[in-house]
């Protein structure tokens, strides 16, 4: 769990880091942050059940928010074939950076929700 851990609070880190250039970084810099500190604190040690159920929580719900938006993972799945995300992201293509945002905050609740079950065995 330690290398598990110390990865994705690297990620975590690097990814809020380039949040800066976004239109909305007050919102994903701590959104990504959380996880980075609750995986620090796990690589430390100090694992805080709470803490993970909450942000899995408030990921998820803010998943489903980005999943069923207008222009959200959905309608890219459905009305623009799953168009490849890794693309540069335009104007006119909203719907591949809502797509991002739903898979980063997919990731942040999985590697939370491991984090939780692997405190509430200890």
């Known amino acids: 769990m330690k290398l598990f851990n110390i990865i994705?609070?690297?990620?975590?880190?690097?990814?809020?880091?380039?949040?800066?250039?976004?239109?909305?970084?007050?919102?994903?810099?701590?959104?990504?942050l959380y996880g980075a500190v609750l995986c620090w604190l796990a690589f430390r040690g100090k694992y805080y059940p709470r803490a993970c159920l909450l942000g899995v929580g408030a990921y998820v719900l803010y998943g489903l928010y980005k999943l069923f938006e207008r222009d959200g993972a959905w309608d890219w799945l459905t009305k623009h074939d799953a168009e490849n995300i890794a693309a540069a992201m335009k104007a006119e293509t909203p719907w591949i950076e809502d797509t991002r945002e739903f898979f980063g905050l997919i990731i942040l609740a999985g590697v939370l929700a491991i984090n939780y079950l692997h405190a509430k065995k200890r």
């Open 8 to 32: 994705f609070c690297i990620l975590f880190v690097i990814s809020a880091a380039l949040q800066y250039n976004d239109p909305d970084p007050w919102l994903w810099m701590p959104i990504y």
